[in-house]
């Protein structure tokens, strides 16, 4: 029965996505009632086969979303038509994003970059940005696939140093580092969501977070600074002994020196073609990245004459991937539901007005303080910051706000990077747990606190600046 309902998921999954891109660009009431249908059927099916604890959340969402259709006398057969498509574009893209990791595995990219790169890397301070970077470049293919890749990487390379003070070194590059991504990095579904949400400019958006990204890398190898002090240990000679010991090795490897330009060209091609899209086509951002991932992939293969990687690698994602995403859609799914009944009922601009009043009745408070506030809290009770920022962008799409989009997007994501370091019940650091041995406690909230509270007022900082001087 179990395998059954994953297979039937599988399908009418696979249709929705192929579904959302006939409706957007043929139209039609009945294609949309069609989409609709696709997205109910898969997400009853995914609770066949989901445990109670993977299916929790969407069931939260599920039953809030049909107490507000209840208290609003909102017709329910409506909310469901209509819900039911909103998160199809976001789910779309979560379905292809994953498919640029079948290029990664086809050579060693990742291990050649670090190896050209070694001999900038040659003190705590420079490796420690250079994780920090890597894992960044990483998470754009990736996602937060990047952590175990990257951690699996540098823990081989510095094999003999062991204890809790090189942990918190090589943990707390990858948490905070993957965490900023959220911010810029175009392939993220949660910033881009909140980018088309929003009707943000993108290359805006991009170099905003780009530069606070980075000013948050920066603060990052400031308190790793103060972290090494803190454990009294020399993590620069330890990391000298180990580029001396494969020094050598590779001084004759000219391979790896080609997979690393390649996959320098590979990272351009991607990102450029995506934003020379979004100059030339006029439709939304969520249709445009996964269009690009597509081809961007094909393309690859068929130019390496690999077209049998195409197949191998679909089978598996195909029998595999997809159903064990399913908690994922499942509560995007629910989320849709609820935001379409929430904007339709009008209680959304009744929660923003209230933030509103609460700011206002706050000497020097405004909303911009608060909003970040909204998606760590929401996070802290295990609610990842793609389901938060769907929702808070979900619920701001309906309201007229006194600040630019991208102010607003900066002031979300910025929100998504503290739950992320911090909250114990977000993938990221129960990943990061489950590779270097560290309780989920220690990896977030302990040794990421005083960051997360000097990278707030940081942001905060440029947000409250922008405002004085801009508005």
Do not use: C
């Not at 191998?312 to 539901?337: D, H, M, R, W």
């Amino acid at each position: 029965m179990v395998k059954l309902a994953k297979r039937g998921y599988t399908l009418f999954i696979s249709l929705y996505v192929i579904m959302h891109f006939i409706v957007y660009f043929i139209g039609g009431e009945d294609l949309s009632t069609g989409l609709s249908l696709l997205g109910l059927t898969a997400f009853l099916l995914g609770y066949f086969f989901l445990p109670i604890k993977q299916a929790g959340i969407s069931l939260l969402l599920l039953i809030i979303a049909l107490i507000v259709h209840l208290t609003a006398g909102i017709s329910l057969i409506e909310g469901v038509v209509s819900g039911f498509t909103v998160m199809s574009g976001l789910i779309a893209l979560l379905l292809i994003v994953p498919t640029i990791s079948w290029v990664l595995e086809e050579k060693p990219y990742i291990e050649s970059v670090i190896n050209v790169a070694q001999n900038l890397l040659n003190t705590s301070r420079k490796f420690y940005f250079g994780m920090m970077v890597i894992t960044q470049i990483i998470s754009y293919f990736l996602l937060f696939g990047s952590i175990p890749m990257v951690y699996s990487m540098i823990n081989n390379f510095l094999s003999d140093q062991k204890g809790e003070a090189w942990e918190n070194y090589k943990g707390t590059a990858l948490l905070r580092a993957f965490s900023l991504t959220t911010m810029w990095v175009v392939s993220i579904p949660s910033f881009i969501y909140a980018v088309d949400a929003l009707g943000a400019s993108l290359s805006l958006s991009i170099a905003q977070g780009f530069v606070i990204s980075f000013a948050g890398i920066l603060l990052s190898v400031l308190f790793s600074h103060f972290q090494e002090r803190h454990y009294g240990i020399d993590l620069t000679k330890g990391i000298q002994e180990q580029l001396a010991k494969i020094t050598e090795q590779k001084k004759q490897d000219t391979r790896g020196n080609r997979d690393a330009l390649e996959f320098g060209i590979l990272f351009v091609t991607l990102f450029g073609s995506i934003f020379l899209l979004n100059a030339l086509w006029d439709i939304r951002l969520l249709m445009i990245i996964p269009i690009v991932i597509v081809v961007w992939v094909l393309l690859y293969f068929i130019i390496r004459k690999r077209s049998s990687g195409i197949t191998e690698n679909g089978k598996v994602y195909v029998t595999q991937s997809i159903p064990n995403k399913a908690q994922q859609f499942s509560i995007l799914l629910a989320a849709g539901f609820l935001i379409n009944a929430v904007n339709q009922s009008g209680y959304g601009q009744y929660l923003i007005d209230g933030l509103f009043y609460v700011t206002d009745a706050v000497p020097f408070l405004n909303f911009l303080w608060v909003l970040p506030f909204v998606v760590i809290l929401l996070g802290l009770i295990g609610l990842g910051p793609l389901t938060v920022i769907v929702l808070v962008s979900g619920i701001l799409q309906g309201v007229e706000l006194p600040y630019p989009p991208e102010i607003v997007v900066l002031g979300i994501t910025s929100g998504s990077v503290i739950s992320i370091m911090l909250s114990p019940l977000i993938l990221p650091s129960i990943i990061l747990s489950s590779v270097n041995g560290l309780s989920i406690i220690k990896n977030g909230l302990l040794f990421n606190f005083k960051y997360a509270i000097a990278f707030y007022f940081m942001v905060q900082l440029y947000l409250q600046l922008f405002v004085v001087f801009f508005l």
